[in-house]
């Protein structure tokens, strides 16, 4: 039993993760980041976006752009979007940069697609090129960062 996700992932083969007294999902480390089951599985494993977005035949439509990816189904779904799924400066995706943090070994964004109402939460390694407040940047998405969310 740890409360350290970081040491739950690293060290176990299957965690389960407990919600008022009950089972929310018990899985592999990687299922639970990469699949969660349900809304607090996204927000509870790891850092993640919580987005309404649609899932197209062109891709994932979030905001005013569509990212291409292959995603099952169709129609109106809740995803979980890493921060490091963000490809910064590179995408069909247009945002502003709203905040820049650097943290030594990488940079903290907070970003604003085109048609969203809600900041983004994004993370690069690239500390040497950093993306300043108010720059208006191409954003791409690493579809293994991208998660449709059950039930919602």
Sequence with gaps: ?????????????????MNAGHIAQDAAPRDLYERPASRFIADFIGDANLVNATVTPQGLRLGAGTAPMTLPGNGDVLVAIRPQAFQLGNGPLSAEVIKASYLGSHMEYDLRLDGLADDLFAVSPDVTTPLRAGMR????????????????
């Design 1 to 17: 039993v740890t409360h350290d996700q970081q040491e739950a992932l690293a060290v176990s083969d299957r965690v389960i993760v």
């Design 137 to 152: 940047i191409a954003v791409g998405l690493d579809p293994l960062g991208v998660a449709i969310v059950p039930g919602t």
